[in-house]
């Protein structure tokens, strides 16, 4: 798969504002303009650092997984209701693809966002 355009300025953009030390960043892509293709494209750059892409519906978790994978070559895990992400020392996970609610689940330090 190869970035458009803007795709690419987005994803350079995003890597630029890292670099000058700024802990977060932000872009607008409207629906359907390539905010996964973008997001597997800093992920591909950062990569063994290990990365939490974040949707509101499970149908956007399973096309990110695979859109992911796809570009980068990278195994997702997802962290969703029964499914958990590998968190031991040896095997973490690089990439989790999790849900807002799923994150906020739990109590105090048992959410599932503080593993």
Not at 62 to 69: D, V, Y
Not at 81 to 98: H, M, P, R, T, Y
Request: some cysteine.
């Amino acid at each position: 798969m190869r970035l458009r355009n803007f795709h690419q300025t987005a994803s350079d953009c995003i890597c630029n504002e890292w670099q000058e030390g700024k802990q977060s960043t932000m872009i607008v892509v409207p629906t359907g303009g390539g905010k996964t293709v973008i997001i597997a494209d800093v992920i591909k750059r950062h990569h063994p650092q290990r990365a939490l892409v974040i949707a509101h519906r499970e149908e956007l978790i399973w096309q990110a997984r695979e859109r992911i994978e796809t570009y980068s070559g990278i195994q997702c895990e997802i962290e969703m209701a029964d499914l958990i992400a590998s968190a031991n020392l040896f095997s973490k996970a690089q990439v989790v693809i999790s849900t807002v609610q799923t994150q906020n689940a739990g109590y105090g330090d048992h959410r599932r966002m503080s593993r």
